[in-house]
């Protein structure tokens, strides 16, 4: 059964940093494109990062880029998300995803990357304060 727990969430201020971590268990991480999204309250979910399986490569929301980075321990099957410099906005419950079982085999783009992201964890709550 897929399952993927996130962890790592908390209070913070802005300008600080944080590490969400997402477990996975189920399935083998390295053969998925793996993302991380967020939700803040009253807004629509938002993808911030997703790594391809292909070629390792990154993308980043406008919003989070030079600020997050997104990155993969094959060893353990756990993807993170190192946060610095946080702001007040990026105040949301963060949720780790994946396209399994559908293997992609090449990602060109952001779309490419983020396409068929089917199973979410619950999610960790990020706060931010001024």
């Known amino acids: 059964q897929v399952q993927l727990v996130e962890s790592g969430g908390g209070l913070v201020q802005a300008g600080g940093s944080l590490r969400l971590s997402c477990a996975a268990t189920g399935f083998t991480t390295r053969y998925y494109a793996m993302a991380w999204f967020r939700q803040a309250p009253g807004k629509a979910r938002e993808g911030i990062s997703c790594?391809?399986?292909?070629?390792?490569?990154?993308y980043y929301a406008d919003s989070v880029k030079g600020r997050f980075t997104i990155s993969r321990d094959n060893a353990q099957n756990t993807v993170y998300l190192e946060m610095h410099n946080v702001y007040p906005e990026d105040s949301a419950t963060y949720y780790c995803?994946?396209?399994?079982?559908?293997?992609?085999?090449?990602?060109?783009?952001?779309?490419?990357?983020?396409?068929?992201?089917?199973?979410y964890g619950k999610g960790t709550l990020v706060t931010v304060s001024s």
């Open positions: 995803a994946t396209d399994h079982p559908h293997i992609k085999v090449a990602i060109a783009s952001p779309t490419d990357c983020y396409y068929d992201m089917g199973h």
């Open positions: 790594i391809s399986n292909t070629d390792g490569r990154a």
